[in-house]
């Protein structure tokens, strides 16, 4: 028995295929691919590049405003005003940090006032190391020598400040300039020291100052002038607002200045220098 064909499925001789109507071969489409991945790279390598001149942008922003609050920092400079009355607003300020619990009667009853400043006797020569021999000179009549009390007090913010205020007193003296800070030296120490020492300068921390104090081991009998020292340091940090100094700062005034102030038998004034 044979079989039909259906017409449909047989080709003429004379047929001619629409090549538009037959898929492209897998060898035809493999030989365009190459093409397409360095487009698809050329893309990915663009955005990426868009990515990093972008971060680059940030980071250059970023530097150069850096670099702008730094400057504006370095330009904040602390003075230190030179009228009786200026240094005592400025103290007082610094010291309601403080005392901030205080009222206003409380803070005038322990506040700095004009008659307790020391007078600059030469108006044109503000340094401090001047400051320093001006108390000496017009003391060494009047001051009888004490062990561990000195003419001039000097207060500062760090230890390496008051090596370099060491440094420039020394030749001001014959006696040796006192450094008193608790760095890499016992408090023990220092109070053996003071106990066999005459001193006409001693430098120090207020931390360390005032537990000496308050031991008194350094004695106020023979002081002729207090400097604080307004010196900024890297940061631009003063010692009158600095949160390692102010309290103790303050606290030297109010529990061992302000009332030696009120004995007539101490001569002693206060700057800030």
Not at 117 to 129: C, E, F, L, V
Not at 170 to 193: A, D, T, Y
Not at 239 to 249: A, F, I, N, P, Y
């Amino acid at each position: 028995m044979g079989y039909k064909t259906d017409a449909a499925d047989d080709l003429q001789d004379d047929f001619d295929l629409d090549e538009s109507l037959v898929a492209p071969s897998d060898h035809e489409d493999n030989t365009n691919q190459p093409d397409r991945i360095q487009q698809s790279s050329s893309i990915s390598t663009k955005r990426k590049q868009d990515i990093n001149d972008s971060t680059a942008t940030t980071k250059a922003k970023k530097q150069k405003q850096k670099k702008k609050n730094k400057k504006a920092t370095k330009t904040h400079t602390f003075t230190v005003p030179q009228e009786d009355t200026e240094q005592c607003a400025l103290w007082n300020k610094f010291m309601h940090k403080t005392y901030s619990t205080l009222t206003q009667l409380e803070l005038a009853d322990i506040g700095l006032l004009p008659k307790h400043i020391y007078n600059i006797p030469d108006i044109h020569d503000k340094s401090i190391s001047s400051i320093v021999q001006s108390a000496l000179s017009t003391g060494k009549a009047r001051n009888k020598v004490m062990l561990g009390a000195p003419q001039v007090l000097v207060l500062c913010s760090s230890a390496l400040r008051v090596l370099e205020l060491v440094k420039m007193f020394r030749p001001l003296c014959k006696r040796n300039v006192m450094k008193l800070f608790s760095r890499h030296i016992k408090i023990s120490q220092q109070q053996e020291m003071l106990k066999q020492t005459a001193v006409d300068i001693a430098v120090g921390t207020p931390n360390r100052v005032r537990k000496l104090l308050e031991e008194q081991s350094l004695k106020v009998n023979r002081l002729r002038l207090v400097v604080v020292d307004c010196w900024q340091d890297d940061k631009m940090r003063v010692v009158v607002d600095m949160d390692d100094t102010r309290d103790d700062l303050f606290g030297i005034w109010r529990d061992t200045l302000l009332p030696a102030s009120k004995n007539p038998d101490f001569m002693f004034k206060l700057r800030l220098v």
